[in-house]
């Protein structure tokens, strides 16, 4: 059983735009490790939310790690732009319709220096990422369907987490395992107990008025 330290990664996407500055630095502040960015395009999901520009905004505002989600068609012709914002690391689906080269584009994260993530729909078998675990610092298993914040969580996507986590310990990997979606306290908990060690959370934490509290809870503190 390996001991890591719970790292919670606040979503923006459920922030406050009109003060976002504001909105980063509470959540700097009540104990954010990383913070979150999903970027959405209207074409992988159905939601737009925003690019480039805006993650470069938050890069002026916070030393925190940032942790790009991208929810679009060919990361591959984009990512010199998330990368170029100033991204710590950059999480690419493996699903067709993201329409990329997933080695290729894992690679070229690689090579800017910048943490390689890959991520999987609620639909998508485990089998899908198992031949690039060797290759990425991050698994993130996907606990409701991407493109909206707000949605109840599947517990059915702990078997996912509990593979990764039975890999990382066989393999003596320190491959990060982080749930996005639906995570609360009780959810948070369930996804430690199966191996998770990154915890994504948007509306858990700003939709609340503490999000030191919220921050906490989700550590199980
Ligand atoms: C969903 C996004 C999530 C989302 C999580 O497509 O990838 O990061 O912001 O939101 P909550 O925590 O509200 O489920
Ligand atoms: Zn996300």
């Not at 990383?34 to 002026?60: C, E, Q, Y």
């Not at 990512?79 to 894992?106: C, M, W, Y």
């Amino acid at each position: 059983m390996t001991h890591r330290k719970i790292l919670v990664a606040p979503s923006i996407l459920a922030a406050d735009f009109s003060c976002l500055e504001a909105e980063i630095h509470r959540a700097e502040e009540a104990g954010a490790d990383w913070l979150h960015l999903d970027i959405m395009d209207g074409h992988f999901v159905d939601n737009i939310s925003f690019g480039p520009a805006v993650v470069a905004t938050v890069r002026k505002h916070t030393k925190l790690p940032l942790d790009v989600h991208l929810m679009i068609e060919r990361a591959d012709h984009y990512l010199p732009r998330f990368l170029e914002a100033g991204a710590n690391s950059i999480t690419l689906h493996v699903e067709p319709e993201a329409k990329h080269d997933v080695a290729q584009t894992l690679a070229a994260i690689r090579a800017a220096g910048c943490g390689a993530g890959l991520t999987l729909n609620p639909a998508t078998p485990f089998e899908a990422i198992e031949p690039y675990l060797a290759k990425i610092d991050l698994l993130l298993v996907m606990t409701v369907h991407p493109g909206f914040g707000g949605q109840a969580f599947r517990p059915e996507m702990m078997e996912k987490v509990k593979r990764a986590r039975d890999w990382r310990e066989a393999q003596q990997a320190t491959l990060h395992i982080e749930v996005d979606g639906g995570i609360n306290a009780e959810t948070a908990k369930l996804s430690v107990e199966n191996g998770a060690n990154i915890l994504v959370a948007g509306t858990t934490i700003f939709r609340t008025d503490d999000y030191a509290r919220a921050i906490a809870d989700l550590r199980g503190e």
